[in-house]
T-cell receptor, first 112, second 112 residues
Framework: SQTIHQWPVTLVQPVGSPLSLECTVEGTSNPNLYWYRQAAGRGLQLLFYSVGIGQISSEVPQNLSASRPQDRQFILSSKKLLLSDSGFYLC???????????FGPGTRLTVL | GEDVEQSLFLSVREGDSSVINCTYTDSSSTYLYWYKQEPGAGLQLLTYIFSNMDMKQDQRLTVLLNKKDKHLSLRIADTQTGDSAIYFCAESSRSSASKIIFGSGTRLSIRP
């Protein structure tokens, strides 16, 4: 069966520090991968998605970036965090067959 | 453009049925989804319905789709305290392969 992992679970970082969040998927190959941000426990904002290694589509301009160095690994990064980057970051994967997406447990990021 | 709308809150008595409603704009959506998010957790796929279906039932969950009115509903029979969560409606996007558009979520609270 497929599983998706995210780490760290929680993170507290100072403004201006770098960021690296990691997401890995097991039990499937060539998945579509997604990064979302959720503010204040409400709606989801799609940040990036990837349909293959090295293929990244950005949905909103921001100081975040994403990379996919391996088929089942998706990384969200920033060189300098802003206060507004605080939120709950969710990674998801999908097969593209039914467009269904399956979510990881999330990373709670607090920028102080 | 593509948009999915839901009411923000719903309160029901334990043991009653809960009905969460959603409207969407993209009549060409192939799939429509319901996700559940418990506090501090990722989104869990509850069910999805193919656009050529009117109804789908799975144990206590019943999904009704009215394509003419672009209205989707989720009925939870015999609502329990464990059903307290935020419920997200979503539709598959025609603008880009394998993207789905989420509503802002309905927070379901259960009163004794």
């Amino acid at each position: 069966s497929q599983t998706i992992h995210q780490w760290p679970v929680t993170l507290v970082q100072p403004v201006g520090s770098p960021l690296s969040l990691e997401c890995t998927v097991e039990g499937t190959s060539n998945p579509n991968l997604y990064w979302y941000r959720q503010a204040a426990g409400r709606g989801l904002q799609l940040l990036f998605y990837s349909v293959g290694i090295g293929q990244i589509s950005s949905e909103v301009p921001q100081n975040l970036s994403a990379s996919r160095p391996q088929d089942r690994q998706f990384i969200l990064s920033s060189k300098k965090l802003l206060l507004s980057d605080s939120g709950f970051y969710l990674c998801a994967w999908g097969t593209g067959l039914t467009d269904t997406q399956y979510f990881g447990p999330g990373t709670r990021l607090t920028v102080l | 453009g593509e948009d999915v709308e839901q009411s923000l809150f719903l309160s029901v008595r334990e043991g009653d049925s809960s009905v969460i409603n959603c409207t969407y704009t993209d009549s060409s959506s192939t799939y429509l989804y319901w996700y559940k998010q418990e506090p501090g957790a990722g989104l869990q796929l509850l069910t999805y319905i193919f656009s050529n279906m009117d109804m789908k039932q799975d144990q206590r969950l019943t999904v009704l789709l009215n394509k003419k009115d672009k209205h989707l509903s989720l009925r939870i029979a015999d609502t329990q305290t464990g059903d307290s969560a935020i419920y997200f409606c979503a539709e598959s996007s025609r603008s880009s392969a394998s993207k789905i558009i989420f509503g802002s979520g309905t927070r379901l609270s259960i009163r004794p």
